[in-house]
């Protein structure tokens, strides 16, 4: 039956807006079975196996993908590695004219890549047109302007090497862009695995590169599945870096397998990210939010508002308003302009939402859908609302991963961040309110990587992504982005600074003749062996709960001092009382560059007595040891004049508004101090973490703690709030271990040995803690490239991006 116009007048219903998918499909045809993308070549994969690729909104097979083996990941890691040499060397400009060219390329096929991945995916063509695309686009703009500067903004660092990267399928192609763009203008050189279900575009993408002329090898795409080309890329020793969207499952495995191989890692992973309604915010505007938050891509978002906390006097209001959008929402086939809602990438993955829901049912929480019907063809699944949700149930905090929204009230700001940070996840959030003042002053309060204020899901390569918590570690995008690319220069050159050392014993000026000048005139100042076995917890001196000290011998093996045997009871209760220090992190910068002058004075008028201490436990000569006081004290200036320094910057992305990109302390960060130079290291490390606003535990070096516990009385005296900086003397491998697990801590770092290393790593799974680790390598720790500046400062600090669009 055919409608009149006066019929669609009175339905006000649209009419179908099919997009022709004709083009995309002869493409597919022409091309497959699809073949491996190594050395810029079509290559057959080793097992002569093929994956099915599925079109999620009919269930019909799409076309057939090669399904590679570590053979194939083999030849593509070799094929990465022999590129890497020449790319590496290009000039910055050359590699920028390869990322415009992919852009302006990206940009040409727009329409083809956009039906493609809806056909793939499921996703509204509306979305990958809008969107995907245009932002893909955008990425290798952004990056090929970072390619050109990174010469003068980047210098000291160089490309890491061969990149693995490996993409989830809800946003295949812009992931890739994520992850190739940065890469490349870096001067890496990359082997990307896309996600099993999701291929093509990745593959088309392929045949930009071709076009454009990338030279062979930059860049090869390996298709399959986990086991066969993630697990094994993951592992391979050629590999340099290791880039992962996905789940925090995979990514905590991810993590462990990487443990000490001295493979850089950047891990972005799941979410369950608040979307905050206070009762002055805009409700007509908070619905077309709520829509964007979850049903946008049919709520398979990493970042997806998925909790929806209401100010409790407009939760009704709200939730009416909500329901009435909802039964006009679109969902039907991925290909119709004017759909809403497309398909769930796969038939296990609606699965897994029919199971989430029907557990959310059983645990008591109130389930609503609209009343109309999904197609029966495909993998569909309607927009779902629960009320009724107590916070501790699953489905309020696992994450979805589809279009299902659970709402919860709250009274004050105060239990609105309460709730908001109710979650091990840190993705992203949401804040909505007419009251820029509130809005404002709960954004940085809540622990994620982005914050939306008034609006939702926006996403640009200038303003980084990425999480706190178990939602990962690392940014995409915005220069914070690059360093997960580069690493400094200074660590090819080999540093055997030992070597630089005068150790008395060795040189012509003995340690006897070391003591005997203090005998001849300065016995006096010669400091008193320190027999109080203490740590430094919460702003007082404890005893260790052990009840045991250790000995501190020097070179020559002879007893000159103790300190207390810390244990496990020592870290935790330690720990405990950095986070109640945790107003440190919001009093003003000015106050702690304060104190760090405070520190460095107190520290000044004892200088002889700490460097008496450093000849005592290491057998230097006074001379090196003065030197090592005294850079101890440049280093405690350097970080005073920082605290108020390392500011974050402000975005201009393209839209009318702009992005606070701030630098945030970690919270709680673990320190295990090196051996050499015990006093310079430590404060080194400690420093910038505290300047930043971090509390710390530190573990001091296990074999001259004494010039740490010295430096109790120096902080007592600086007005260093208690807790601050706690210090637990003993093993250090174990406490770090113990550091390494403890879930109230936010980041550990480890100076120490490639064994020990390896452990903090892998430990670190458990909370997914950022880890920063030596590996083995020396510093040189008088160096000031090598061991003072924003290497530090953002290993201290983590970028929060706050939105805050203009306009009504
Ligand atoms: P996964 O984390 O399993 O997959 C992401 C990517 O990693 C895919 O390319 C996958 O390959 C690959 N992979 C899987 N296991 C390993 C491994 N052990 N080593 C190396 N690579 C591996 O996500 P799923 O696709 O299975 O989705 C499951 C859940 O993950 C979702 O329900 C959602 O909760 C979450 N998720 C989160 C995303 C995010 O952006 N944060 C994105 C996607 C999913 P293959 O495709 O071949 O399995």
């Keep these: 039956m055919s409608m009149s116009v006066m019929d669609i007048f009175e339905t006000m219903a649209y009419g179908p807006a099919p997009e022709s998918t004709s083009t995309a499909l002869a493409w597919i045809e022409e091309r497959q079975p699809f073949g491996l993308f190594i050395n810029n070549q079509w290559v057959k994969p080793a097992s002569g196996q093929y994956l099915e690729s599925i079109n999620p909104a009919t269930g019909k097979p799409l076309a057939q993908v090669a399904s590679a083996n570590s053979a194939d990941v083999d030849t593509a890691v070799a094929a990465a590695r022999k590129a890497f040499g020449s790319w590496s060397k290009l000039p910055g400009h050359a590699r920028a004219r390869y990322l415009y060219a992919i852009a302006r390329q990206v940009q040409k096929h727009a329409r083809l890549l956009a039906v493609l991945e809806s056909l793939?995916?499921?996703?509204?063509?509306?979305?990958?047109?809008?969107?995907?695309?245009?932002?893909?686009?955008?990425?290798?703009?952004?990056?090929?302007?970072?390619?050109?500067?990174?010469?003068?903004?980047?210098?000291?660092?160089?490309?890491?090497?061969?990149?693995?990267?490996?993409?989830?399928?809800?946003?295949?192609?812009?992931?890739?862009?994520?992850?190739?763009?940065?890469?490349?203008?870096?001067?890496?050189?990359?082997?990307?695995?896309?996600?099993?279900?999701?291929?093509?575009?990745?593959?088309?993408?392929?045949?930009?590169?071709?076009?454009?002329?990338?030279?062979?090898?930059?860049?090869?795409?390996?298709?399959?599945?986990?086991?066969?080309?993630?697990?094994?890329?993951?592992?391979?020793?050629?590999?340099?870096?290791?880039?992962?969207?996905?789940?925090?499952?995979?990514?905590?495995?991810?993590?462990?397998?990487?443990?000490?191989?001295?493979?850089?890692?950047?891990?972005?992973?799941?979410?369950?990210?608040?979307?905050?309604?206070?009762?002055?915010?805009?409700?007509?505007?908070?619905?077309?939010?709520?829509?964007?938050?979850?049903?946008?891509?049919?709520?398979?978002?990493?970042?997806?508002?998925?909790?929806?906390?209401?100010?409790?006097?407009?939760?009704?209001?709200?939730?009416?308003?909500?329901?009435?959008?909802?039964?006009?929402?679109?969902?039907?086939?991925?290909?119709?302009?004017?759909?809403?809602?497309?398909?769930?990438?796969?038939?296990?993955?609606?699965?897994?939402?029919?199971?989430?829901?029907?557990?959310?049912?059983?645990?008591?929480?109130?389930?609503?859908q609209p009343s109309w019907a999904c197609p029966t063809e495909g993998s569909f699944y309607p927009p779902t609302l629960f009320t009724n949700v107590s916070p501790a149930t699953s489905i309020a905090q696992v994450e979805i991963f589809g279009p299902v929204l659970v709402t919860m009230t709250f009274r004050t700001p105060e239990e609105a961040v309460l709730l908001a940070n109710n979650t091990r996840y840190g993705l992203a959030a949401s804040v909505w309110s007419d009251n820029i003042n509130l809005a404002l002053d709960v954004a940085p309060r809540i622990k994620a990587g982005s914050v939306w204020v008034n609006c939702t899901n926006m996403f640009d390569a200038s303003s980084g992504f990425g999480g706190y918590r178990e939602s990962g570690f690392g940014r995409e995008g915005g220069k914070e982005g690059l360093y997960e690319y580069v690493r400094p220069t200074w660590k090819n050159e080999t540093t055997k600074h030992s070597k630089k050392f005068h150790i008395a014993i060795q040189s012509?000026?003995?340690?006897?003749?070391?003591?005997?000048?203090?005998?001849?005139?300065?016995?006096?100042?010669?400091?008193?062996?320190?027999?109080?076995?203490?740590?430094?917890?919460?702003?007082?001196?404890?005893?260790?709960?052990?009840?045991?000290?250790?000995?501190?011998?020097?070179?020559?093996?002879?007893?000159?001092?103790?300190v207390g045997e810390g244990n496990r009871k020592d870290i935790r209760n330690a720990v405990e009382a950095a986070h109640a220090a945790k107003g440190w992190s919001t009093g003003t910068t000015h106050n702690r560059a304060q104190i760090l002058y405070y520190i460095a004075e107190n520290l000044a008028s004892r200088e002889a007595e700490f460097a008496h201490r450093i000849v005592q436990q290491t057998g230097r000569i006074y001379s090196d040891a003065f030197e090592e006081?005294?850079?101890?004290?440049?280093?405690?200036?350097?970080?005073?004049?920082?605290?108020?320094?390392?500011?974050?910057?402000?975005?201009?992305?393209?839209?009318r508004g702009v992005v606070l990109a701030m630098h945030e302390p970690m919270g709680v960060v673990g320190i295990a101090c090196p051996d050499d130079y015990p006093l310079l290291a430590l404060v080194s490390l400690a420093a910038p973490a505290i300047a930043m606003g971090n509390t710390v535990v530190v573990v001091p070096s296990q074999q001259s703690p004494l010039s740490a516990t010295d430096c109790y009385q120096v902080f007592e005296t600086s007005d260093v709030p208690a807790g601050v900086v706690n210090i637990v003397t003993g093993?250090?491998?174990?406490?770090?271990?113990?550091?390494?697990?403890?879930?109230?801590?936010?980041?550990?770092?480890?100076?120490?040995?490639?064994?020990g290393s390896k452990r903090v790593e892998f430990a670190s799974a458990g909370n997914m803690k950022r880890t920063w680790v030596s590996n083995g390598h020396d510093r040189d720790w008088l160096n000031v490239p090598q061991s003072e500046g924003r290497e530090f400062l953002r290993e201290a600090t983590q970028v929060k991006n706050i939105w805050v669009p203009y306009g009504e």
Excluded at 121 to 127: Q, S, V
Excluded at 521 to 527: A, C, F, H, M, V
Excluded at 637 to 655: C, I, M, N, Q, T
Excluded at 738 to 743: M, Q, R, S, Y
Aim: net charge negative; hydrophobic share 40%.
């Design 629 to 655: 006081v005294q850079a101890t004290l440049s280093r405690l200036f350097s970080y005073a004049a920082w605290a108020d320094k390392f500011e974050g910057v402000v975005h201009r992305p393209p839209l």
């Design 731 to 755: 093993e250090r491998d174990s406490l770090s271990l113990v550091l390494a697990e403890h879930d109230d801590v936010d980041a550990m770092w480890y100076f120490g040995s490639a064994e």
């Design 508 to 562: 012509t000026e003995t340690a006897e003749d070391n003591e005997t000048a203090f005998h001849n005139g300065t016995i006096e100042s010669l400091p008193s062996i320190d027999r109080t076995p203490k740590l430094f917890i919460g702003g007082k001196q404890v005893r260790p709960d052990s009840g045991y000290s250790r000995d501190v011998f020097n070179v020559k093996g002879r007893v000159v001092g103790e």
């Design 120 to 368: 793939d995916n499921g996703k509204p063509i509306r979305e990958t047109r809008d969107l995907d695309i245009p932002l893909v686009a955008r990425h290798f703009y952004y990056h090929a302007g970072w390619a050109q500067l990174m010469a003068s903004e980047l210098s000291g660092y160089e490309p890491v090497g061969v990149v693995g990267q490996i993409i989830p399928w809800n946003f295949p192609l812009l992931m890739l862009a994520w992850k190739i763009a940065p890469a490349l203008a870096m001067g890496n050189t990359v082997v990307l695995k896309p996600a099993r279900y999701t291929s093509l575009t990745a593959l088309k993408f392929a045949e930009i590169m071709q076009e454009i002329g990338l030279p062979p090898g930059v860049v090869n795409i390996v298709t399959g599945e986990a086991s066969q080309v993630g697990e094994v890329l993951v592992r391979h020793p050629d590999v340099n870096k290791i880039a992962f969207t996905g789940s925090t499952d995979v990514g905590r495995s991810i993590r462990r397998a990487t443990a000490g191989s001295g493979k850089k890692l950047s891990l972005e992973l799941g979410g369950k990210s608040p979307f905050v309604v206070f009762d002055d915010a805009d409700l007509d505007s908070v619905v077309e939010g709520v829509v964007d938050a979850i049903w946008f891509n049919q709520g398979q978002v990493c970042c997806a508002g998925s909790r929806l906390l209401v100010q409790e006097t407009i939760e009704q209001p709200l939730i009416h308003k909500l329901r009435t959008r909802m039964e006009k929402l679109r969902l039907g086939d991925p290909l119709d302009k004017a759909v809403d809602m497309g398909a769930i990438v796969s038939p296990t993955q609606l699965q897994e939402i029919q199971r989430l829901v029907a557990q959310g049912v059983a645990e008591g929480a109130e389930m609503w």
